[in-house]
């Protein structure tokens, strides 16, 4: 496949315009039915609001906000902004008005584009203290109008009578690949969030990287899904300005709460994903196999025990032979195939999950299926991907070699340095984390602790920050506990503690509606999530678990105790990141009673 030679994704997808034309390019779901616009389509609504944007002012370098979920307006909005040469700001369409005003004021926006009636309602809220900020476009039309809000039909429209319409393909063609493209604010776990400038060669690198290892999946006739939100790296490069590169549909979800009958309906055949949404296919469909008895029950178990024989087959790319694929094919067609269709899977050819550690168990669970699952790993501040695990050379547990031109050495604390062309330009406005963010020598510091395998397959261990240093003087990395223990089907999340303690301890959330189903065979009834956690059957039940699935490691890696707690961690609840990740310092301090209950002033070793 030949490299990207273009200067911006703006300039891929106007190309892209004119090969693909009328093909369908974005989809949006509506009574129950994905539509598609075309490309055409899609390059005039680009175009129109290019148009709007310079008409009010708007000059090369300037920051637009971007605040809305995903839908194909974000697209619309972020074409239309790169391509005159302006800043993209995504806002995570999760955050508050508080969150938002500081994305907003330490980028200076001047334009800020919202999705939804709630959205603009965050951003009214704190615009009096946003000096910078004079124009507010809303997707959705309100239920009323807003003084000085306009409709984003309002803005195509005024766009179209914009008189200068050829100074948007000048500025389009004025672009350079060292032009910043964006700046994205880290969700963070602490502190107010630090502004990556990513650059426009910085997507084109990333993607022309990407398209490198994946040549012969991306000449199909491709359909991505998009739910991750489009205000991360990882959505934006592998499951956007790819699928533009690769000249791809794509049809967008309504939200993660539906994402399961959107894939139903759309049947992509590439999905991005973070581990979560694995560990909850997964364990939707142990739950369900648990409830089959007799011969469904046989016909599972036998597909199961195929499955995990098929791993070395899917892994290393090479066709099942003899009696085993007279076996693989009998299970598919009775059991597999019938799972992959009810998810929506059936035509899937690749899934990526990036964004956190996937465990083995959901790896090797998805690629016994047939569906090649592809973990990887990367940061914001490189755009996101630096590493992947290629088709035929697949390790669950590993996040795979490094992406071409990309240098990755590791430092003698352990720590995983980069250095590649998706490296960012800096953090925006704050030069002192810049220089902190790189060694001497130019390598990015990622905060990551990793090794490599003697085939040069990278597998993460931990994040330095995370590293929980007992009492005694042992580092333990709490992430390889946790995703082990979350491989229990009765434990839904877990948080390990013990930083500066004699010993490890747990926060532990039950899969609820699977401790009921237990409890339901065990004659228990409970009327709260407050009296199951309150049992000493189920406490008792957790406790096995936990020792069935520690069995395999370190007395000092053994969790002494635990507590369960009563609701499942949330970003609503502000426990987890936008992307999913646990915020463990706001949970040691949420749960700080919990947790000092463990560890008792006269507890011992």
Known sequence: MPTVTENSMAMVFKNQVAKLGDKPCAGYKKDG???????????????????????????????????SPNRYEWWVADLAILSIGA????????????????????SESKVCLVGTESHLDRVLAVKKRLKKLKTI???????????????????????????????FDKRLNAIKR????????????????????LSHGNFIANVDQIREDFES????????????????????????????GAGARVSFADDFSTLMTDMQLARPTIIISVPRLYEKIHAGILSKAAEVTGVKKALFNFAMSTSAKNMPYVCENRPRTGLFAVRYAIADKLILSKIKAALGLDKLILAISGGGPLSVSDAEFFLGMGLVILEGF???????????????????????????????KISDEGEILIKGPQVMLGYYRNKKATEEAFTKDGFFRTGDIGIFDDRGRMSITGRIKDIIVTAGGKNISPQNIENTLKGSKFIEQVAVIGDKRKYLSALVIPAFEEVKKWATKQGLRFN?????????????????????????????????KFRLLNAEWTQATDELTPTLKVKRRVIEKKYAPEIESMYPADSGD
């Open 33 to 67: 039915v994905y539509y598609y616009l075309s490309w055409n389509e899609m390059d005039e609504k680009v175009r129109n609001l290019g148009y709007y944007l310079m008409s009010i002012g708007v000059k090369k370098g300037d920051r637009v906000a971007l605040f």
């Open 87 to 106: 800043v993209n700001v995504p806002i995570y369409a999760t955050n508050s008005s508080e969150e938002s005003h500081y994305v907003l004021d330490h």
């Open 137 to 167: 476009i809303i997707f959705d039309k309100p239920k009323k109008p807003r003084a000085g809000v306009l409709t984003l039909q309002q803005a195509y429209d005024a766009g179209a009578r914009y008189k200068n319409k050829n100074e």
């Open 178 to 197: 060292s032009d910043m493209a964006t700046i994205i604010y880290t969700s963070g776990t602490t502190g107010n969030p630090k502004g990556v400038m």
């Open 217 to 244: 999946y991306l000449e199909q006739d491709l359909h991505f899904m998009s739910f991750l939100p489009l205000s991360h790296s990882l959505e934006r490069t592998a499951g956007y300005y790819l699928a533009i």
């Open 378 to 408: 990367g940061l914001t501040e490189t755009t996101p991907v630096t590493n992947v695990n290629r088709p035929g050379e697949i390790k669950p547990g590993s996040v795979g070699r490094p992406m071409k031109d990309t240098t990755i």
């Open 528 to 560: 709260s999530n407050d009296e199951m956690i309150a049992n000493d059957a189920v406490h008792a039940l957790i406790a096995k678990e936990i020792e069935m699935y520690m069995k395999d490691f370190a007395r000092v890696e053994q969790i002494r």
